[in-house]
């Protein structure tokens, strides 16, 4: 088995947005590289003259009207879950 | 065990007069409280309940007609977005949402008359088979406290076999309905990808996400899947409803084939479940059916793409989770992309950053043929196997689960220990096809589910089959 290294990890975890700790790093080498490994049994098997499945019913392009409904959420309960709200918009920390 | 009585007759109760809905959502919420100790709900949406159940009562006093589940409690994983109450997904990042609209399916059955009196916990997200990766709790097993549930709907199913409400509504992307309800000795029900609403639930893996039922009886899930399945504007993946009423059941077995997957009567079969599931075959043998093994070499390889599929899609629907719009935000950050880090890292448990990694691994450029592109080829594979099975059979019929409830905790160490749980319920989620998970006996005081496997759209036919099933048992 191969172990992810460590800047892997720390490659992963800056794409998903994530910060880590020193244990997780560990931690999650050690798991992930097992996951992995365990998904490795794919690359024997033969596909060949297959195509790849990404829907399994057969839709394809479901259009519905461009229209207003009402869908019982109000705006002012929109924003009621949010942290930070000026003027009815969704403030955020500051950028640079 | 059975406080309630089939689901139909309770709405014919009640338009009779005969029961009133306040004392059901009452009957519900005492026992609610008197198996407090088993942490299957996460919150009671109490007022709002009450005040639906009056409104149901004062039709019926005025002579009005009531929905075909008029007065009947029932309970939602607590993923659904429902009013009166929070919806959490047992996450720390959503612990203090609360749902500006509701479910498509929520809306549809308080339609009929339903009420919602609970949200039941689950592995946070969905991400589990057991509830232990709730952020919140873990959900004991109603036949033995040491053990899990099964997950990730454990709160859902031990609701049902604590007689808490008539009926709950779990999600299943992996076995998460089946293999609680086999855990627990009820019916669940998965059906056919795009067959109900997914709008208004918390989202996991997109391709293979569906809706399904914990129930005591397929007659009850038959009926509450009839008042949910159908098209819905909002969700572009739903598919056309039979005409045909799902509660149709008629002779189930008469005249089936019936083929028993070799593929799952293998080494990881353990001896308890081998025994039930035998023994419930040779009963299935002498109804007459058409009992015949069949191999399907490739669905022993569909817990590998699921676990490139599902995580890939996690990690992008978990992406919307950044602390700013709704859910957790960490207060302490310095800037906006702090704000992300602390967010994700204090809002997401280690399951969720595990799949979200995982996910961002197998999509990444240099990567993304190898692992996510080769997943989704043998899918075909597993599907072109499925299908060929159904041209000489009608159902398909295995364990649903290797093993019984295991002990909590047995598992938590190694994450693809707990993966391993779902290798006999997930291929039908990569099939897209309809499965239930039906009681077939008890071993040692545990429960052993028997798993009905049916082609796409054949939900009413693999309903029908199961209440034959529990005939002979």
Redesign the interface.
């Known amino acids: 088995m191969s172990k992810l290294s460590r800047d892997a990890?720390l490659k992963?975890?800056q794409?998903?947005?994530?910060?880590?700790t020193d244990e997780?790093i560990e931690?999650?080498r050690e798991?992930?590289s097992?996951?992995?490994d365990?998904?490795e049994?794919?690359?024997k098997?033969d596909?060949k003259g297959?195509?790849?499945?990404?829907?399994?019913?057969g839709?394809r392009n479901?259009m519905?009207r461009d229209e207003v409904k009402d869908?019982?959420?109000?705006p002012k309960?929109?924003m009621?879950?949010?942290?930070?709200v000026e003027k009815n918009q969704?403030k955020?920390?500051?950028?640079? | 065990m059975g406080k309630w009585p089939a689901i139909a007759g309770i709405a014919a109760s009640i338009q009779a007069g005969e029961l009133k809905a306040v004392d059901l959502v009452k009957q519900s919420l005492v026992s609610i409280n008197e198996s407090k100790d088993y942490d299957a709900i996460i919150s009671t949406l109490e007022e709002r309940a009450f005040k639906r159940a009056q409104d149901i009562d004062k039709k019926v006093a005025a002579g009005h007609k009531v929905g075909r589940l008029a007065g009947v409690p029932f309970i939602a994983k607590d993923n659904f977005l429902t009013f009166g109450g929070r919806t959490t997904a047992a996450s720390n990042m959503l612990k203090d949402f609360e749902a500006p609209y509701q479910a498509t399916v929520i809306n549809r059955l308080e339609a009929e008359g339903a009420i919602c009196v609970a949200k039941s916990n689950l592995d946070a997200w969905a991400h589990g088979s057991s509830t232990e990766n709730s952020d919140f709790f873990v959900t004991k097993n109603p036949h033995d406290k040491t053990r899990v549930p099964g997950g990730s709907s454990g709160g859902s199913a031990a609701a049902v076999a604590l007689d808490m409400a008539a009926f709950a509504l779990g999600t299943d992307t992996g076995g998460s309905v089946r293999l609680p309800a086999s855990f627990c000795g009820l019916l669940g029900l998965k059906p056919t990808y795009g067959l109900i609403s997914r709008s208004g639930i918390v989202a996991m893996a997109s391709s293979t996400d569906v809706v399904g039922t914990l129930t005591k009886t397929a007659a009850d899930a038959a009926l509450v899947l009839d008042i949910m399945a159908g098209r819905d504007d909002m969700d572009s993946t739903t598919i056309e409803r039979d005409k045909q009423p799902y509660t149709d059941l008629e002779n189930g077995l008469k005249g089936k084939k019936i083929g028993i997957v070799k593929e799952y009567f293998g080494e990881g079969l353990s001896a308890d479940v081998r025994t039930v599931i035998d023994e419930a075959l040779q009963k299935l043998k002498k109804t007459g059916a058409g009992v015949a093994e069949v191999s399907l070499p490739s669905v022993p390889l569909a817990l590998a793409v699921y676990y490139i599929i599902c995580p890939a899609e996690v990690s992008s629907n978990l992406a919307r989770y950044d602390g700013q719009r709704y859910g957790l935000s960490a207060k302490q950050a310095k800037d906006l992309d702090d704000s992300y880090y602390l967010s994700r890292e204090q809002g997401f448990g280690a399951e969720a950053k595990r799949r979200i990694m995982i996910g961002a691994h197998v999509l990444s450029s240099g990567y993304y043929d190898a692992y996510y592109k080769k997943a989704q080829t043998v899918r075909t594979k597993i599907i072109n196997e499925f299908d060929e099975a159904f041209t000489k059979y009608d159902l398909l019929v295995g364990p649903t689960s290797p093993t019984v409830a295991f002990k909590i905790g047995e598992k938590t160490a190694n994450p693809l220990q707990m993966y391993l749980a779902d290798i006999m319920t997930v291929a039908a989620n990569i099939a897209g096809v309809p499965a239930v998970s039906v009681p077939a006996g008890e071993s040692r005081g545990l429960p052993v589910g028997l798993q009905l496997i049916a082609p796409q759209k054949a939900d009413r036919q693999l309903l029908g089959a199961a209440k034959a099933f529990e005939e002979l048992i």
């Open positions: 990890v992963l975890a794409l998903s947005r994530l910060k880590l997780e931690r999650f798991e992930l097992s996951i992995l365990y998904v049994v794919l690359d098997v596909t297959l195509e790849p499945t990404y829907q399994v019913t839709l479901v519905r869908y019982q959420a109000k309960e929109l009621k879950n949010a942290p930070a969704f955020v920390k500051r950028v640079l």
